[in-house]
């Protein structure tokens, strides 16, 4: 997870719920997210991530690399909850004006995890789509609360798998 504010010192993050709706029912989690610079104005930062829902949970810690203004890879390790615990992960920020791609990838423990949500931003609007294994493909809409960072975020999106079995995820976020 990438919040795209590795620039300035200090702490940053957001606290989200995403319910995920789908024809199992729903499934609520709540995620917190981390992060900062080691020196002000540094290149190199910190990250931390967790996450929590009904019977599984994980958390993650790793280093991260502002590569350029428009590019930020992270690498982390952690643990989950599943019998084989050890879980790594590996993150990409890209983006350039009102443009942005997130690739999340995990593995270890559970299995291979992956989510791309691609945004560009209209005002206080964000339009995009969204990836995420084995849920499948589809559009991704968000508003912004306020017009800059941080603030609240309220985003939507339906994904279709490749049995055209459709899951709506619902986020609320307060980043900080």
Same mark, same amino acid.
């Given at each position: 997870?990438?919040?795209?504010?590795?620039?300035?010192?200090?702490?940053?993050? #957001?606290?989200?719920?995403?319910?995920?709706?789908?024809?199992?029912?729903?499934?609520?989690? *709540?995620? @917190?997210?981390?992060?900062?610079? !080691?020196?002000?104005?540094?290149?190199?930062?910190?990250?931390?991530?967790? =996450?929590?829902?009904?019977?599984?949970?994980?958390?993650? *810690?790793? @280093?991260?690399?502002?590569?350029?203004? &428009?590019?930020?890879?992270?690498?982390?390790?952690? @643990?989950?909850?599943?019998?084989?615990?050890?879980?790594?992960?590996?993150? %990409? &920020?890209?983006?350039?004006?009102?443009?942005? *791609?997130?690739?999340?990838?995990? #593995?270890?423990?559970?299995?291979?995890?992956?989510?791309?949500?691609?945004?560009?931003?209209?005002?206080? &609007?964000? !339009?995009?789509?969204?990836?995420?294994?084995?849920?499948? =493909?589809?559009?991704?809409?968000?508003?912004? #609360?306020?017009?800059?960072?941080?603030?609240?975020?309220?985003?939507?999106?339906?994904?279709?798998?490749?049995?055209?079995?459709?899951?709506?995820?619902?986020?609320?976020? %307060?980043? #900080?």
């Amino acid at each position: 997870m990438v919040s795209q504010s590795s620039s300035a010192q200090g702490i940053t993050g #957001f606290v989200e719920n995403q319910p995920q709706l789908s024809n199992d029912g729903r499934v609520g989690q *709540v995620h @917190l997210y981390l992060e900062g610079t !080691f020196s002000d104005g540094g290149k190199l930062g910190y990250w931390t991530w967790g =996450l929590v829902n009904h019977d599984w949970a994980e958390a993650l *810690v790793g @280093l991260g690399y502002e590569v350029a203004p &428009w590019c930020i890879i992270q690498a982390g390790a952690g @643990l989950e909850t599943d019998s084989r615990n050890t879980r790594w992960a590996a993150n %990409l &920020w890209m983006g350039h004006g009102r443009w942005s *791609v997130l690739t999340m990838s995990e #593995f270890g423990g559970s299995g291979h995890w992956r989510r791309i949500v691609v945004n560009a931003d209209v005002g206080r &609007w964000g !339009f995009g789509g969204m990836h995420q294994n084995d849920q499948g =493909l589809g559009p991704r809409v968000e508003y912004r #609360f306020n017009s800059g960072k941080p603030g609240a975020i309220l985003w939507a999106a339906t994904l279709v798998n490749s049995d055209s079995v459709a899951t709506v995820y619902i986020g609320t976020r %307060l980043a #900080f």
